[in-house]
């Protein structure tokens, strides 16, 4: 079993920043592919940025490409989304996912064994 707790969410004016983390605790954190969906508020849950296991390939969404970087620190068992340029349209929950497996990143949310309970972030404009 997986936990994975999000955090650093909040209020940001737009073009602002955030750095959200995503902890993770009960196994071993490097086996794991990474990745951030959100849902917006009317809106269906919709994928933002993955990162494979070793950390080494990493895809994004277009909306937020150029904006929105995901590392992972597996000494730390973290997983960071760091956004900047954020806009109105980012306000949404943003939550981590973790999935087993080969390791590599995929987009389809039914891919992903493990779930944060997830972090509001709201941009103002």
């Known amino acids: 079993q997986v936990q994975l707790v999000e955090s650093g969410g909040g209020l940001v004016q737009a073009g602002g920043s955030l750095r959200l983390s995503c902890a993770a605790s009960?196994?071993?954190?490097?086996?794991?592919?990474m990745a951030w969906f959100r849902r917006g508020p009317g809106k269906e849950r919709e994928f933002v940025g993955a990162i494979s296991r070793s950390g080494s390939s990493t895809d994004y969404t277009d909306s937020v490409k150029g904006r929105f970087t995901i590392s992972k620190d597996n000494a730390k068992n973290t997983v960071y989304l760091q956004m900047d340029s954020l806009q109105p349209e980012d306000t949404a929950v943003y939550y981590c996912a973790a999935r087993s497996g080969t390791g590599y990143v995929v987009r389809s949310p039914i891919r992903y064994d493990y779930w944060g309970q997830g972090t509001q972030v709201t941009v103002s404009s």
């Open positions: 009960g196994r071993t954190f490097s086996s794991f592919a």
